[in-house]
Nanobody, 122 residues
Framework: QVQLVESGGGLVQAGGSLRLSCAAS????????MGWFRQAPGKEREFVAA?????SNTYSVKGRFTVSRDNANNTVYLQMNSLKPEDTAIYYC??????????????????WGQGAQVTVSS
């Protein structure tokens, strides 16, 4: 089992940057594909990015966002640049034991963090 805790959210002006962190508990962190999702008010949860077990492969649907991981410290990151007001959402990290970084459906991820609010002002 994996427990996930996000941090690094907050209020930023449009054009700014933020880096989210997701700290994982457990000794099997490197056995999971890690993903980031977001959910804006009134909208469905949507996939943002994922990273492979080792960190050598990534997949992001937002060109301004980059995912990375540090398996030694059980942490995954989401670097967000050139933020826009439409990026405002709660951001979640999630763990997928399946091994496929192209898994974009929330149901493919077994464990979830509590979420971090990101608000981008215009």
């Amino acid at each position: 089992q994996v427990q996930l805790v996000e941090s690094g959210g907050g209020l930023v002006q449009a054009g700014g940057s933020l880096r989210l962190s997701c700290a994982a508990s457990g000794r099997t962190f490197s056995s999971y594909v890690m993903g980031w999702f977001r959910q804006a008010p009134g909208k469905e949860r949507e996939f943002v990015a994922a990273i492979s077990f080792s960190g050598s492969n990534t997949y992001s649907v937002k060109g301004r966002f980059t995912v990375s991981r540090d398996n030694a410290n059980n942490t995954v990151y989401l670097q967000m640049n050139s933020l826009k007001p439409e990026d405002t959402a709660i951001y979640y990290c999630a763990a997928n034991p399946g091994g496929n970084i192209y898994s974009t459906r929330p149901r493919e991820y077994d464990y979830w963090g509590q979420g971090a609010q990101v608000t981008v002002s215009s």
